[in-house]
């Protein structure tokens, strides 16, 4: 049991340190976001080459691993997420990614013909308001575009996240959707080069896109899917709550971001109306 948790805990603070070396990157070093976004990809595409391989045993690629639609899904979140950081704090950002992707589910579940009882209407409507309470207009609103293209990225998210349900190995097919958006990666680099004449020579900027990408996206989804099934489904629900808690707190320990009033009520709001449908769904 303490072994589950300490991995659950090492799983969710790798995935809030995306946030946290995205930002880095894009506000202390010299490289662009979609070099990033290049850097991060291929780099977790290698580390999860190599897990799947050490777990099977052998170099050889598993066929059928992953999707065209899969990677379409995760070029669009990674490619907005690091744009949207260009104005957007690490905790900050966090929250709006992670409210869009439960949005999304959500509307996704709805449309589907699912109806929610009236304890998870409840906390869809609570979290929802709290949602728009933290991007409308104001003197302390975040960023309008970065905000946009947060919102975007949490939808790709979203559909990533319903594309891969079912999976038999999610592992195995998430290295697949990395592995297969190599077109889109080179694609993206050769246009940068071309067009902007841009190449990653910031040593420090390519450090951080590592980071991302090996260690917070590659080892942190391979420690997540080997913790997943020792844990029940609420709980695997509720505790993803704290990534954008652990992302607040890097960006305030690493990057000296303040935190607002609204920024806090906001992100209250949205987690107790998120757990509150999460519960009472499971439950239903």
Known sequence: MIKTLALTALAMIAFAANSVFT??????????????????????????????????????????????????????????FSFAYLSLGAGLGALILFASVQITMIVWAIYKGERPGPIEVFGILLAFGAFIYLVSPGLVAPDPLGTALMILSGISWGVYSLLGRG?????????????????????????????ADMW?????????ATLSGALASGIGYAI?????????????GVVQLTVPAIATAGGILFLGEQLSLRFVVASVLILAGVAIATIFKRAR
């Not at 290295?175 to 080179?186: D, E, K, Q, Y």
């Open 23 to 80: 930002r880095i990157a894009l506000v202390e070093t010299d490289i662009d976001p979609v070099m990033f976004t290049c850097i991060r990809l291929l780099t977790g595409a290698l580390m999860l080459l190599a897990i799947v391989a050490f777990h099977q045993k052998s170099l050889a690629y598993p066929k059928g691993s992953g999707s065209f639609h899969g990677s379409f899904a995760l070029f669009g979140y990674a490619i907005f």
């Open 167 to 195: 999976s038999k190995n999610p592992l195995q097919d998430t290295m697949g959707n990395f592995v297969r958006s190599a077109p889109l990666i080179i694609g993206a680099a050769i246009g940068l080069v071309l067009v």
């Open 200 to 208: 990653p020579i910031d040593p420090k900027g390519i450090l951080f």
């Open 224 to 236: 997540w899917y080997a913790v997943l099934p020792k844990l029940a489904r609420t709980s695997a």
